[in-house]
């Protein structure tokens, strides 16, 4: 499988951003897909998951505010995410894996990463 992340940018504090994970290969719609970030200086984080079947699963720091979706028939899994804080700043990778999990060790399959940043 082949992830190509985009949709990054610079926008203010309170303001959306639609991430986009583009697939290639194999049948992506039988793995399960996340959203980790990495501001700098930091270890990569979990931020949200979703699996084969649309089940999601949110970290605290985004719940409410972050949606991650997919579809399956063009092989894209979004990230929405709104009400966007300073905080929210850094490379957002998309990623795959075969089992439903939240740690990135579990994902074998990852995207280039995508820029955003949160001004206040």
């Known amino acids: 499988v082949q992830l190509q992340a985009s949709g990054g940018g610079l926008v203010q504090a309170g303001d959306s951003l639609r991430l986009s994970c583009a697939a290639s290969?194999?049948?992506?719609?039988?793995?399960?897909a996340g959203w980790f970030r990495q501001a700098p200086g930091k270890e990569r984080e979990f931020v949200a998951r979703i699996t084969w079947s649309g089940d999601t699963y949110y970290a605290e720091p985004v719940k409410g505010r972050f949606t991650i979706s997919r579809d399956n028939a063009k092989n894209i899994v979004y990230l929405q995410m709104n009400g966007l804080r300073p905080e929210d700043t850094a490379v957002y990778y998309c990623?795959?894996?075969?089992?439903?999990?939240?740690?990135?060790?579990?994902?074998?399959?990852w995207g280039q990463g995508t820029l955003v940043t949160v001004s206040s």
């Open positions: 290969g194999r049948t992506f719609s039988s793995y399960a």
């Open positions: 990623a795959a894996s075969t089992i439903v999990a939240l740690t990135p060790k579990f994902y074998a399959y």
